[in-house]
């Protein structure tokens, strides 16, 4: 297999430009003991896997993910048996969101200063303890539309630590060569529990109720708990010791703003967040009032755009070394996924949206995956935890699309609410592309 060159700027754009150089890992010692044959990935896009703790993580971040993507559809059907209020629902994803807004900078500072394995494992129990709430509340029938809000904005701030933290542990168990294959895997993981989270639960919620849900969520923050204790995570580098944390997070931002392509980066993965990527907590009232699938409708539209979302980023990890063009390829996936979305929202048949959200899913997930992979391999390690809160306060921008389009929907219908902002959503990213040429001329092949 051939070498694949990385070229791009450095970390900063006044200095020097850097040559990167991505090789598929050699054939090396016979594995020890908890190691996988290496023989056995070093060719294929599975090698990330044979790293111990990358195994740890990637599996605690997986069953984790099932029960968000679990909760999430339960949660959205909750909402709409309580309340019959799309705006509400609306809402409820605002409060979910808002605290990776406020806390995500937090939160990686902490990432960059102490045991990234601790932090981790503090904030999978609180997550543990705020999804057996919510199921408790269910199960007693207790539950009330604010204990909904409340819990939302919990359970979000507990996501608001986990995110960067784990973003910044996975350079630490993989080496550099297999950085973009592990983030591939990442995505791969995730994205296959939007298939089965979502499906499990339409089955489950018809069967026993939305409380198992929560419950499931609770025992996979558990897992995770047991899998991050388990992990062997080098000593966070600091570049400013002893600086207090409003100073860290000055240091953070200003080296991303010392950046053009940090920075353009940045802005590529905030607008389709900010006004497409809500369309999540809309899939509720496309299944119940536009499609009229029901619950198990719900569950299968979810799957399907897992699905594609796990196709595409495969994809990416087996082929995206080959886009020599990462920029306009961002581009023009970021537009795409504007342009699919709204021809999912005006789709009047079941069968039709199911393919045409499966599209969705699958361009969205390869434009996001490209995005942080060159992200991750752009940054340095002393800051590593700050510049990846501040990619995950890009997904707390959500909450600022969510409710408008919640209002949209109880106006306009859900068709109308989410095609638009779709098409807004494409249109402004084309505007971004030509306001910034560097991002558009940006080759960074992965």
Same mark, same amino acid.
Not at 128 to 142: E, P, Q, R, S, T
Not at 175 to 188: F, G, V
Not at 258 to 266: F, K, P, Q, R
Not at 398 to 413: E, K
């Given at each position: 297999?051939?070498?694949?060159?990385?070229?791009?700027?450095?970390? !900063?754009?006044?200095?020097?430009?850097?040559?990167?150089?991505?090789?598929?890992?050699?054939?090396?010692?016979?594995?020890?003991?908890?190691?996988?044959?290496?023989?056995?990935?070093?060719?294929?896009?599975?090698?990330?896997?044979?790293?111990?703790?990358?195994?740890?993580?990637?599996?605690?971040?997986?069953?984790?993910?099932?029960?968000?993507?679990?909760?999430?559809?339960?949660?959205?059907?909750?909402?709409?048996?309580?309340?019959?209020?799309?705006?509400?629902?609306?809402?409820?994803?605002?409060?979910?969101?808002?605290?990776?807004?406020?806390?995500?900078?937090?939160?990686?500072?902490?990432?960059?200063?102490?045991?990234?394995?601790?932090?981790?494992?503090?904030?999978?129990?609180?997550?543990?303890?705020?999804?057996?709430?919510?199921?408790?509340?269910?199960?007693?029938?207790?539950?009330?539309?604010?204990?909904?809000?409340?819990?939302?904005?919990?359970?979000?701030?507990?996501?608001?630590?986990?995110?960067?933290?784990?973003?910044?542990?996975?350079?630490?168990?993989?080496?550099?060569?297999?950085?973009?294959?592990?983030?591939?895997?990442?995505?791969?993981?995730?994205?296959?529990?939007?298939?089965?989270?979502?499906?499990?639960?339409?089955?489950?919620?018809?069967?026993?109720?939305? =409380?198992?849900?929560?419950?499931?969520?609770?025992?996979?923050?558990?897992?995770?708990?047991?899998?991050?204790?388990?992990?062997?995570?080098?000593?966070?580098?600091?570049?400013?010791?002893?600086?207090?944390?409003?100073?860290?997070?000055?240091?953070?931002?200003?080296?991303?703003?010392?950046?053009?392509?940090?920075?353009?980066?940045?802005?590529?993965?905030?607008?389709?967040?900010?006004?497409?990527?809500?369309?999540?907590?809309?899939?509720?009232?496309?299944?119940?009032?536009?499609?009229?699938?029901?619950?198990?409708?719900?569950?299968?539209?979810?799957?399907?755009?897992?699905?594609?979302?796990? !196709?595409?980023?495969?994809?990416?990890?087996?082929?995206?070394?080959?886009?020599?063009?990462?920029?306009?390829?961002?581009?023009?996936?970021?537009?795409?996924?504007?342009?699919?979305? =709204?021809?999912?929202?005006?789709?009047?048949?079941?069968?039709?949206?199911?393919?045409?959200?499966?599209?969705?899913?699958?361009?969205?997930?390869?434009?996001?995956?490209?995005?942080?992979?060159?992200?991750?391999?752009?940054?340095?390690?002393?800051?590593?935890?700050?510049?990846?809160?501040?990619?995950?306060?890009?997904?707390?921008?959500?909450?600022?699309?969510?409710?408008?389009?919640?209002?949209?929907?109880?106006?306009?219908?859900?068709?109308?609410?989410?095609?638009?902002?779709?098409?807004?959503?494409?249109?402004?990213?084309?505007? !971004?592309?030509?306001?910034?040429?560097?991002?558009?001329?940006?080759?960074?092949?992965?």
């Amino acid at each position: 297999m051939s070498d694949v060159e990385l070229e791009g700027e450095s970390d !900063v754009d006044s200095a020097p430009r850097r040559r990167f150089r991505l090789r598929r890992p050699q054939l090396r010692r016979p594995p020890g003991r908890g190691e996988w044959p290496r023989s056995l990935f070093t060719a294929g896009m599975l090698a990330s896997f044979a790293e111990r703790d990358y195994r740890y993580l990637w599996t605690g971040t997986v069953i984790t993910q099932m029960g968000q993507w679990m909760q999430q559809v339960a949660i959205g059907w909750l909402v709409l048996d309580l309340t019959d209020s799309p705006a509400f629902l609306g809402l409820v994803g605002f409060a979910r969101g808002l605290p990776m807004l406020f806390l995500a900078l937090p939160a990686g500072v902490l990432a960059d200063r102490v045991d990234r394995r601790k932090l981790l494992m503090v904030a999978q129990a609180a997550g543990a303890f705020v999804a057996v709430l919510l199921a408790a509340l269910v199960l007693f029938d207790w539950v009330k539309p604010w204990h909904i809000i409340v819990l939302s904005i919990l359970g979000g701030g507990v996501m608001a630590f986990i995110a960067p933290t784990r973003q910044a542990v996975v350079p630490g168990v993989v080496p550099r060569e297999l950085m973009a294959n592990a983030i591939a895997m990442n995505s791969a993981g995730q994205n296959a529990t939007r298939i089965v989270g979502p499906s499990l639960a339409g089955v489950l919620i018809s069967a026993v109720g939305t =409380a198992i849900c929560f419950v499931a969520q609770a025992v996979g923050f558990v897992w995770a708990f047991i899998m991050s204790f388990q992990l062997r995570v080098p000593p966070v580098v600091q570049s400013r010791a002893k600086a207090s944390v409003r100073e860290n997070i000055s240091d953070g931002l200003g080296y991303i703003r010392g950046s053009m392509t940090l920075s353009g980066l940045m802005v590529m993965a905030a607008v389709p967040i900010l006004l497409a990527q809500p369309y999540m907590q809309m899939m509720p009232v496309f299944a119940r009032d536009v499609l009229d699938a029901g619950s198990a409708g719900l569950g299968l539209l979810m799957a399907a755009n897992g699905l594609g979302a796990l !196709v595409g980023v495969l994809l990416y990890g087996a082929y995206g070394h080959r886009v020599r063009r990462q920029g306009q390829f961002q581009i023009v996936t970021a537009a795409g996924f504007g342009v699919l979305l =709204a021809l999912f929202a005006v789709s009047p048949w079941f069968s039709l949206s199911l393919v045409l959200v499966a599209l969705t899913g699958g361009v969205s997930s390869v434009y996001m995956a490209a995005n942080n992979t060159i992200i991750q391999l752009t940054v340095d390690d002393a800051y590593r935890g700050r510049v990846m809160s501040v990619y995950m306060m890009t997904w707390g921008m959500m909450p600022f699309g969510t409710l408008p389009m919640g209002i949209l929907t109880g106006v306009f219908g859900a068709p109308a609410a989410v095609a638009g902002q779709a098409l807004f959503s494409s249109l402004v990213v084309l505007f !971004v592309a030509y306001r910034l040429p560097r991002l558009r001329s940006l080759e960074q092949p992965v």
